[in-house]
């Protein structure tokens, strides 16, 4: 049972290139999100997914999309890198069957934008 | 929107001694109140957490209390070691259509000093 898994760990990007970030979980939880975290900004949601075959838009979402593929991944896409968007991006999951549940959180990836 | 006020920022206690860490909500419909703690260079791992209907839980050296009239709740970590040294996050939740809206305070940075 490995979690939340994401993948790249790290990544150097160059302005206005793209790239996808994966996210996957093993334990069968309906809702996933993904934040991004700044240097004394906590953690801001960028998008979530309440359940499959849905997303919508969290506090930071200008410059990314996201897509559901099916309950288990959940990946966010940088169309065309900014320097602003160079930051620790976390994706988490949880279960809302019978209510809040505590987010299990991926290890991150650390992407930096030139 | 909800607005999570998290204090102080930074924390330095010697080893032994109790630390407090403060957090205040301003949406009265949170319902579930999680903390996080997040190593350096690691993911964030819920440590405890409770509910609108608890006024406190305690597991071992951590304890949490709410304040629903206040709208505050607070951590206290007792006999502090030096391994719980790390940035700890509250947040508040609540259940909005199927999505649980968390919102996370800006953390606070605790040391323990040996």
């Known amino acids: 049972n490995a979690g939340v898994t994401q993948t790249p760990k790290f990544q150097v990007l160059k302005t206005g290139q793209s790239m996808t970030l994966q996210c996957a979980q093993d334990?069968?939880?309906?809702?996933m999100y993904w934040y991004r975290q700044d240097p004394g900004m906590g953690l801001r949601l960028i998008y979530y997914?309440?359940?499959?075959?849905?997303?919508d838009k969290g506090e930071v979402p200008n410059g990314y999309n996201v897509s559901r593929l099916n309950k288990r991944e959940f990946s966010l896409r940088l169309e065309s890198a900014a320097p602003s968007q160079t930051s620790v991006y976390f994706c988490a999951s949880s279960d809302q069957t019978g209510g809040n549940q505590p987010q299990h959180f991926g290890d991150g990836t650390r992407l930096s934008i030139l | 929107g909800e607005n999570v006020e998290q204090h102080p920022s930074t924390l330095s206690v010697q080893e032994g001694d109790s630390a407090v860490i403060k957090c205040t909500y301003s949406?009265?419909?949170?319902?579930?109140f999680p903390w996080y703690k997040q190593e350096l260079g690691k993911r964030p791992q819920l440590i405890i957490d409770i509910r609108s209907n608890v006024g406190e839980k305690k597991d071992q050296r951590i304890a949490v209390t709410l304040n629903k009239t206040a709208k505050h709740f607070s951590l206290h970590i007792t006999e502090t070691q030096p391994e719980d040294s790390a940035v700890y996050f509250c947040a508040a939740s609540r259940n909005s259509g199927g999505y649980q809206k968390v919102t996370f305070g800006i953390g606070t940075k605790l040391q323990v000093i040996p």
């Open positions: 334990m069968n939880h309906n809702s």
């Open positions: 949406d009265s419909a949170s319902n579930y």
């Open positions: 997914s309440a359940s499959e075959g849905t997303t």
